[in-house]
């Protein structure tokens, strides 16, 4: 899928996870028009809460496994395990179905949301830069069903390409499908040799830039003291303007939200109370959290002050997916793919973000890969200093979709 568009906003009661594509540098001169909300169906919009539900499940479990600075891309994740639904069977499709929130839904339901979802996200907004890819890549000879091929062709417009793995640059040529979707942020996911009991990869490309609607001013970056959570000091580039945004605050933790582009998408920073460490934050920010928190921000005077910072992570997701309820997958229960019996052996994520004075651009790739199964005052501004460890998400407004979350606990360029 190679669609030039822009950043969408992000605020709703629904979100998830985007892909961004490059933008024409003619759009700069022209006025920008107000995003215009996607509209989704009823079911489409239980299916957004659903994965909502699954994010901050999800996001516990991989801060917990990676630690400090985890940058996350559930919706990179969502397209790939969706993908991958469409060869489950039995018991193993059941168990994901329900650890994804979506028992109730029926297949079709759950296809037409994804390609929705993919398709309408990268109409949101002409200046922010949005793309989302999906790829199959399979080993020669292995005998891929073709009804498998057809539903990830149609709904998730996924490139499926059989490859020699024996070969000593296959995996140069997968990772530079993936460096080439990502604008060259995420690279070498895949290591040389593939394993010769590997069959197949499952690979979701997203990638998001987009200028904030309210830029910093680099005059007012100064060097200051960001406090981490052993309470030791570090010194950052700290960004700040005063301005008005939507806000929430609350005994527990505050919260602003930051436009970009159109505002169809957007950063939500939140900072828990003082006395709050960052993983009690992160337990207490859940699916309802979450909702009361966008349905009661409002527009505030904030004095705003943000680290600027750079992160790059790698994690292995297999322990955090199966502590959520998927274990199967591991075992094996993929008929629809294949006669020849396939397990998942890893589930992979690479991140890259950038937070700067300009805006935000950021990148995921997701990667599953399949063996042969084996067993297994109104006018005063309100204080926001990110000057210890926060949390931040990158969300669609209309539809609520989170595409990025993240922690920062100390920031680095």
Request: with cysteine.
């Amino acid at each position: 899928m190679n669609t030039k568009l822009l950043f969408l906003r992000m605020a709703g009661p629904a979100y998830g996870l985007f892909f961004l594509f490059s933008c024409n540098s003619d759009l700069d001169d022209k006025p920008v028009q107000p995003a215009k909300p996607i509209e989704l169906t009823l079911r489409q919009s239980e299916k957004v809460s659903a994965d909502n539900r699954f994010t901050f499940r999800m996001f516990r479990e991989v801060s917990e496994a990676s630690g400090a600075n985890t940058f996350f891309s559930p919706l990179s994740l969502n397209m790939a395990l969706g993908m991958l639904f469409n060869g489950a069977s039995g018991d193993t499709r059941t168990e994901m179905a329900e650890a994804l929130g979506m028992a109730d839904f029926t297949e079709t339901e759950i296809n037409a949301y994804y390609q929705k979802m993919s398709q309408a996200l990268l109409k949101a907004d002409p200046l922010t830069e949005l793309s989302i890819a999906n790829s199959i890549w399979y080993r020669n000879g292995l005998p891929v069903k073709q009804t498998f091929i057809d539903v990830n062709k149609n709904y998730f417009d996924a490139a499926v390409k059989s490859l020699d793995f024996s070969q000593p640059d296959a995996a140069d040529v997968i990772n530079k499908w993936c460096a080439d979707k990502t604008k060259n942020r995420i690279k070498g996911i895949i290591s040389n040799p593939i394993p010769d009991n590997v069959m197949m990869y499952l690979i979701n490309a997203l990638y998001f830039k987009s200028k904030w609607k309210s830029e910093f001013d680099k005059a007012n970056t100064q060097k200051a003291d960001f406090t981490k959570a052993d309470n030791g000091k570090t010194v950052v580039n700290m960004m700040e303007q005063t301005s008005t945004f939507p806000y929430y605050a609350d005994e527990k933790l505050q919260c602003v939200e930051m436009a970009y582009g159109n505002e169809a998408f957007s950063m939500v920073a939140i900072l828990g109370a003082a006395d709050m460490r960052i993983d009690e934050l992160i337990e207490y920010l859940d699916d309802a959290t979450w909702q009361n928190i966008v349905s009661n921000m409002s527009g505030q005077k904030v004095w705003l002050k943000l680290p600027r910072f750079k992160i790059e992570c790698e994690m292995n997701l297999n322990d955090p997916v199966m502590n959520v309820g998927m274990t199967r997958i591991f075992q094996g229960g993929f008929d629809n793919i294949s006669d020849i019996d396939l397990a998942v052996s890893s589930i992979r994520q690479k991140t890259f973000v950038e937070v700067n004075e300009e805006g935000t651009e950021a990148a995921a790739v997701t990667v599953v890969g399949m063996v042969t199964a084996v067993g297994p005052d109104p006018d005063m501004p309100v204080p926001f200093f990110a000057n210890r460890p926060f949390l931040y998400l990158i969300k669609e407004k209309s539809t609520g979709v989170i595409l990025f979350i993240g922690r920062m606990d100390e920031p680095q360029e």
